[in-house]
């Protein structure tokens, strides 16, 4: 049988830098996947040594899209190590701001990383706006920047932008591919609320501002608490909140849920978007806590796509390994004992559908991502996991959202282990946070008429050794830090972060990651246009500067690898 | 006061100054390609901006970038011009972040400058193609636009031996080829943010991929706008800057453009006048974080960092860390990671055993540092007072046996 390799570098609207290389047969149809990060920077090592206090703020540069998630990750490690108990107050103030950065990450994901999966902006040259209008009533009842002369405006200023000729960003993308399924009319409306979209996030970014100082990169939390008493004994700060909190869940309500809705109406027939789920094992942490008693999503793991049973996580059973990743040891380790050493074995000369390129070594290592591994098993994590877990774990909010969600579009249960799940997962998630968000701020402020403390104070004992973890959900899903403390300093620190789990290369038994399994079976159209490949690993969200590691470079030669500059 | 004479020589240099920005203007007008329908009313309207609302932002900026209002007019045009100018951005180590400030920019907003003002020809995070595609548009700007666009970096460069900790494209070049590649044929080069400024984390002590800045890996002048991430004013404010004169702006010895960088935070702190009355948040959570005072003794890095937070602020002039409560951490300053660690630990404390070696203090303003130390003595006697008045206890002084700073 004649295979044919697709190699798909950069995949762009992502963080980070991601490979993705497929084998396909005579029909197109893929064979055999393999994801690789092309960048390492080495975090975790920067780590040692230095004060535990500043874990959050190092951690918190492994990424700037999910900038808030490893900051209290890292100063919540701390806390736990250390065995601090922060004030409800800053436990409260947390949770606003992860609010805050969920309501900003999820609508930027979709409309400006991932819409264009979906949306086939050249189309709605061609579109009625009129019709469009009336059509946008079909999936709101009160449909966002939809107006007639709202969608004529976009529609002239697309028109106006592509008669120059010059399409800067949305250049030489795969428009007019055969997997694209809006009309005309429905991607005008998805091209409008990308414009929307990009008004509406920096209103989501100042929701995490108020109490973070900015975003991306906020600098309010302290190993103890949060810093921003000030903002908190301000009612005009907490009002802007909540008046922004609004404005944001209007747009996810009426614009964000019924574009998700469009979309499963229009993509129901199109097999590369009902497949995309090849591990069927879920594991999702609790998080968003908004009063003393609720948090919004529950913890647990699924197995074998089997919602009728939720198990708890044994966080002793979590391993990581390298057999296929580029460090030179090769059995799962703990991440409390993780160490290993880069060990970098380059590309090879290769023939792909596109012409000649550099491939990787399939049998060999392939990417600076480890495998994560549960029990032996790997795992999806994100918010398809998340929404799975607390729904098969009876959390009444989720279930009545994912049944609604059903219901209104007639997609089965089964088809949320898809591309089109994972995209409307993390809608629903955003949609419940939207829709129970409020809670958190209202309890902070009865709390506050009572109680003003925000930092508990701690001392680090330099004679003592400690070890601690942060385990919660984030927005691509299940974030870990581990790490130990040992003469007042950090002598290890480990992140096993979403994108680790999901772009995990295969481990030592031969199993792919979820991004690879994701793309097993799935038809292409056309191997040269990838569409459906940047589909499905867009519907994982990727986040790849998260996703690599280090612990120890010392003592090993790192394998040589030149390149002519000249040749580039 | 000026005298007459002073007054006289300083209108002739600034007509001449204003004659020079005109031309730069009009030369950039006639640059191809041309749009036959340019009015700014019409163009303002399109982008659902109202002309006045425009001309506040115009005016916002020239203030921002230290030019006196009669410029507001010019950087209004400035703005306008923009998309004569094709845009590269390249994605090295990084972490993202630098974009998602530029996302947040909101007059113009980022549409507006997407749709109206530059040609983003590649930049990873935002563009539509991917693949073999994006690579092809790479290409393409690089070879159609050579000489004449303008180079944008974000992230520090794995360099040399270590180059392979980076590769993007079916050719899996390396990040330090390519950017060499598009700096030879860029007609100014600005690294944004403090990774490609100076290197950043993934270049803090051990550095384990030998990360780099920009500057040390190309043969040509960079414009540094550090800052982790700079504010979004930052950004388009430097864009604007080179369109409007022509030429790379002033800037100081590390490469800053002055009008961002000029002054201290502290210079500007809103909580300046507590740390001149010898009013300290001694422990986070205090009376006096509720009051709001200085948070030198909690570490804030604000005297030996360079930057407009102060008097931009972030996210639409929301919040600034110092307002939320939080030092600064001296995120502008090179190797500021190891430099101005611990980051809740005030550094005179740190002068005379730096966590890194005497190193340290080399990259920082020795006066100032000085300065500080001796106010670092001021502070401490003043606790020592204020602990025998019993009106507070001091955590750092429990933990002085075990303050973790003495690595």
């Known amino acids: ?272 978007v009902l497949a995309g789920c090849g591990v069927k094992n879920f594991m999702a942490a609790k998080e968003f806590q908004i009063n003393r008693s609720e948090t919004l999503f529950d913890s647990g793991i699924i197995l074998d796509g089997d919602l009728g049973k939720v198990h708890e996580i044994n966080e002793s059973k979590i391993t990581e390994e390298a057999t296929h990743a580029w460090y030179s040891d090769n059995q799962p380790f703990h991440p409390y004992e993780g160490q290993t050493s880069p060990n970098f074995t380059g590309y090879r000369d290769g023939d792909t559908a596109n012409g000649k390129a550099k491939i990787i070594d399939e049998k060999g290592k392939y990417t600076w991502v480890k495998a994560p591994r549960y029990d032996g098993k790997p795992m999806e994590v994100g918010p398809l996991a998340q929404i799975l877990v607390s729904y098969a774990s009876g959390n009444e909010r989720v279930q009545k959202v994912v049944n609604d969600f059903l219901g209104e579009t007639g997609v089965p249960v089964p088809a949320l282990f898809s591309t089109l799940g994972r995209t409307a997962a993390r809608m629903l998630q955003t949609k419940l946070i939207a829709d129970h968000g409020k809670t958190t701020l209202m309890s902070l402020v009865e709390n506050l008429k009572v109680d003003q403390e925000t930092c508990a104070p701690y001392v680090i004992d330099t004679n003592k050794t400690y070890r601690g973890r942060y385990i919660g959900d984030v927005p691509r899903g299940m974030l870990s830090h581990w790490v130990n403390i040992k003469g007042g300093v950090i002598e290890n620190y480990q992140c096993v972060v979403p994108t680790t789990w999901n772009a995990s290369p295969k481990d030592a038994a031969g199993q792919h990651g979820p991004y690879e399994a994701a793309l097993i079976g799935t038809k292409m159209a056309d191997p040269t246009q990838p569409l459906e490949i940047v589909r499905t690993i867009h519907s994982f969200d990727p986040c790849l500067a998260c996703a690599v590691h280090v612990i120890d470079t010392q003592g090993n030669s790192l394998a040589e690898y030149k390149v002519d500059p000249l040749s580039c | 006061m000026l005298s007459g004479r002073q007054e006289l020589a300083r209108d002739g240099a600034m007509s001449a100054l204003l004659r020079r920005v005109e031309s730069r203007l009009a030369g950039l007008q006639d640059q191809a390609p041309a749009r036959s329908d340019k009015v700014i009313a019409d163009e303002a309207s399109r982008s659902g901006l109202t002309r006045r609302d425009f001309m506040k932002w115009a005016t916002a900026m020239t203030a921002a970038m230290s030019l006196p209002p009669i410029f507001a007019p010019y950087v209004a045009q400035a703005a306008q011009v923009l998309d004569r100018i094709p845009v590269i951005w390249l994605h090295m180590a990084e972490c993202t972040g630098c974009s998602e400030s530029l996302l947040r920019t909101d007059a113009p907003t980022i549409d507006t400058l997407l749709f109206d003002y530059i040609s983003l020809e590649y930049h990873e995070t935002l563009m539509a193609a991917a693949g073999w595609q994006a690579e092809a548009n790479l290409e393409h700007a690089m070879e159609t636009y050579k000489g004449k666009y303008v180079l944008f970096v974000e992230g520090g460069i794995p360099a040399g031996q270590s180059a392979f900790y980076l590769t993007i494209g079916p050719q899996a070049h390396t990040g330090e080829a390519i950017t060499k590649k598009a700096a030879a044929g860029a007609a100014a080069i600005f690294a944004i943010g403090s990774c490609s400024s100076f290197g950043g984390v993934q270049a803090a002590k051990p550095n384990p991929t030998n990360a780099q800045s920009l ?193």
């Open chain 2, 215 to 407: 500057s040390k890996v190309i043969n040509k002048p960079v414009i540094n706008v550090p800052g982790c991430p700079p504010s979004e004013k930052n950004i388009v404010g430097t864009v604007l800057h080179y369109v409007l004169f022509g030429t790379l702006p002033a800037v100081d010895r590390l490469g800053r453009p002055k009008w961002a960088y000029e002054f201290r935070i502290h210079d500007l702190c809103e909580r300046r006048g507590r740390f001149d009355a010898g009013e300290f948040v001694e422990r986070f959570g205090d009376d006096g974080a509720k009051k709001g005072y200085c948070l030198y003794k909690v570490g804030c890095k604000g005297p030996y960092t360079y930057n407009n937070c102060s008097r931009e602020k972030f996210n639409q002039h929301t919040s600034w860390p110092i307002q939320a409560g939080h030092g600064c951490i001296g995120c502008s300053e090179p190797d500021f990671w190891d430099v101005m660690a611990p980051f809740e630990e005030p550094r005179a404390d740190n002068l005379f055993g730096p966590p890194f070696g005497s190193g340290a203090d080399a990259t920082a303003d020795k006066v100032g540092i000085f300065l500080l130390s001796v106010t670092g003595v001021a502070i401490a006697t003043h606790a020592v007072l204020t602990t025998i008045e019993g009106s507070f206890r001091n955590p750092k002084d429990e933990q002085d046996n075990s303050s973790p700073s003495d690595k």
């Open chain 1, 1 to 272: 049988m004649s295979t044919q390799r697709v190699v798909v570098d950069p995949i762009t609207r992502i963080e980070g830098h991601l490979r993705v290389e497929v084998i396909v047969d005579q029909d197109n149809v893929i064979q055999d996947a393999f994801a690789t990060s092309t960048l390492w920077r080495g975090i975790e090592l920067i780590l040692k040594g230095r004060d535990p206090r500043d874990a959050g703020f190092m951690t918190q540069r492994i990424c700037g899209v999910c900038t808030y998630s490893h900051y209290k990750a890292g100063i919540e490690a701390v806390e736990n190590a250390l065995g601090i108990e922060i004030p409800y107050n800053a436990t409260l103030t947390r949770t606003l701001m992860a609010q805050a950065l969920f309501m900003h990450d999820h609508p930027v994901h979709f409309y400006h990383l991932h819409g264009l999966d979906w949306c086939d902006i050249t189309q709605a040259l061609s579109a009625d706006p009129r019709k469009a209008s009336d059509l946008a009533f079909r999936y709101a009842d009160l449909p966002i920047a939809t107006g007639a002369d709202e969608l004529t405006a976009v529609q002239r200023r697309l028109k106006t932008f592509v008669d120059k000729g010059h399409l800067g960003p949305f250049a030489n993308a795969y428009w007019g591919h055969k997997t694209y399924h809006f009309t005309p009319e429905q991607n005008l409306i998805v091209a409008s609320h990308y414009l929307k979209a990009l008004e509406v996030q920096r209103n989501a970014a100042q929701m995490l501002a108020l109490f973070g100082a900015k975003q991306p990169h906020p600098q309010s939390l302290t190993v103890g608490g949060v810093t921003c008493i000030m903002d908190l004994q301000n009612p005009a700060r907490l009002g802007e909140y909540l008046t922004k909190f609004e404005e944001v869940s209007d747009f996810i309500n009426r614009a964000y849920y019924a574009d998700v809705k469009m979309a499963a109406e229009a993509f129901i027939g199109e097999g590369s």
